[in-house]
């Protein structure tokens, strides 16, 4: 049980990472969003589900109410946060924000 | 007349952080605030009130007084951004009771999310309302998180549509219910033989209970009252701000 906790939670915080190096490197606007999006979603899912493995330990009736919660939190998660990746990548489509292409790259430099 | 201002700003600032250094220092047991008054309530709290939450027994029963006013300066506050803002002329909305738009311009993806989280909100937002005696929440918070479905209802779908449902006279008269539910029940105690706000009163009235059970009860009341009135006067306030008062599109 715990070690199961301990893989999702290290899985989380390893997709974690991946969604900052993303928002930190990545070249434009969209892929920088997609990134954020993508890895938010996931890693928070996998460190909630992990936590929530880990109260369950003891199994009392007020421990599987805590799960529950901590698992309603995932279902609100995982229908908010690509609602608001969508929003935000909406948003920059109707604002003009030019996608990036290979080509910029190479002229620029 | 601006350096009269800033000579004036200067001194009250100098003045007040002279003040700030007779304070006793933080934390200080036996600084005079925390001998008499914090003490009770850190100790007697849950015997008189019933209410586990010692922040909700302190807010809405020994200092019911202040929060009704804190209450009141929201209530002003929307009050006084529609009568700056609401001085254009308006159009009457007559769409009431109109189903959400099918086909509207905006985004199916939002407009879809919105629609299931809504109500959950909602419902999430009474819990908040309700649970306040046990755990963090109560009135303003609760508001808040109402206001706040309906701000993310207008900003899925817009703002006209949203007004017909819950428009500027209603926000308006919910709010007055709100501030009415509060001093209601703080006249209610007069009325039966005690003081202002002193809910112990209300046992006379509440069937089955007793007077602690009663300053229970009653908070819950309060806090029912202070919640309408944040959501309708937070929504007032946004469909102003949003819209420059015109209250047609906005965002």
């Known amino acids: ?16 990472f991946g969604a900052t190096l993303g928002l930190l490197r990545f070249p434009d606007f969209y892929s920088r969003v997609h990134a954020a999006g993508k890895g938010d979603t996931l890693s928070s899912l996998l460190m909630l589900f992990g936590l929530g493995i880990l109260v369950l330990e003891n199994a009392h009736f007020i421990d599987v109410l805590t799960f529950i ?7 609100f998660i995982f229908v908010t946060s690509p609602t608001t990746t969508h929003a935000l990548t909406d948003a920059g489509y109707s604002a003009g924000v030019k ?7 190479e002229t620029e430099s | 007349m601006k350096v009269f201002a800033f000579v004036l700003v200067i001194v009250t600032g100098i003045m007040l952080v002279v ?6 220092a933080w934390g200080d047991a036996h600084s ?3 001998q008499y008054l914090s003490t009770h309530y850190i100790t007697q709290a849950e015997h008189e009130t019933a209410v586990p939450n ?6 809405a029963d020994y200092r019911g007084f202040d929060t009704m006013f ?3 300066v929201v209530f002003c506050a929307g009050l006084a951004i529609a009568a700056i803002l609401g001085h254009e002329k308006k159009k009457r909305y007559v769409v009431r009771r109109k189903a959400l738009p099918k086909t509207e311009e905006g985004d199916i993806i939002i407009r879809m999310a919105t629609r299931f989280l809504v109500p959950v909100t909602q419902l999430f937002a009474m819990y908040v309302i309700a649970h306040g005696h046990h755990s963090p929440g109560g009135g303003f918070q609760g508001g808040v998180i109402l206001a706040a479905t309906f701000i993310l209802m207008t900003l899925a779908f817009d703002l006209k549509t949203i007004l017909g449902r819950f428009s500027e006279k209603m926000t308006l008269i919910w709010a007055n219910v709100g501030l009415f539910i509060y001093a209601g029940i703080g006249v209610l105690c007069v009325l039966l033989g005690s003081r202002f706000l002193e809910y112990s009163a209300l046992h006379k009235i509440l069937p089955g209970t007793d007077e602690i059970m009663a300053r229970s009860h009653s908070m819950l009341g309060v806090e029912i009252g202070v919640a309408l009135t944040v959501m309708s006067m937070l929504f007032a306030i946004y469909a102003h701000l949003v819209s420059k008062g015109r209250l047609e599109d906005g965002l």
Do not use: R, Y
């Open chain 2, 70 to 72: 804190e209450t009141a």
């Open chain 1, 69 to 75: 919660k901590i698992m309603m939190i995932c279902v």
């Open chain 1, 99 to 105: 996608p990036w292409q290979k080509d910029d790259e």
């Open chain 2, 19 to 24: 003040t700030a250094a007779d304070f006793p």
């Open chain 2, 32 to 34: 005079p605030p925390n």
């Open chain 2, 54 to 59: 010692m922040v909700t027994a302190v807010l």
């Open chain 1, 1 to 16: 049980m715990n070690i199961l906790a301990m893989i999702t939670i290290s899985l989380g915080v390893v997709f974690f």
